[in-house]
């Protein structure tokens, strides 16, 4: 029995980290998140250059208009079915 029970702590021992590692967080995005806000931010007209006298200004304007716009998308009606309309 003390073999059994070692077995399994030492199981345990090897199977606890490698389930850490498999959670992931949702308080750091992913660099493809960062590269895809950004992105949409300089779709929605930020200039992202390091001499920007207006920084904190025009970026919080274009993150205002990248909200409306998904917004926008949320809240407009979904397509008919089979391209028809009622």
């Known amino acids: ?3 059994t029970l070692k077995l399994a702590a030492l ?3 090897l199977l606890v980290p490698s389930l850490s590692f498999a959670q992931r ?3 750091s995005p992913t660099r493809a998140q ?3 806000e950004l992105a949409q931010l300089v ?3 930020y200039k992202p250059t390091g001499r920007d006298n207006k920084y904190p200004d025009d ?3 274009a993150q205002a208009r990248v909200a ?3 917004a926008a998308q949320r809240s407009a009606p979904a397509p008919a079915p089979n ?3 009622d």
Do not use: D, K, Y
Request: no cysteine; aromatic share 0%.
């Open 1 to 3: 029995m003390n073999r």
């Open 11 to 13: 199981a345990a021992a």
């Open 25 to 27: 967080t949702n308080g």
């Open 34 to 36: 960062v590269r895809e």
């Open 43 to 45: 779709r929605a007209g």
């Open 59 to 61: 970026l919080h304007a």
């Open 68 to 70: 409306t716009e998904a």
């Open 83 to 85: 391209g028809q309309s």
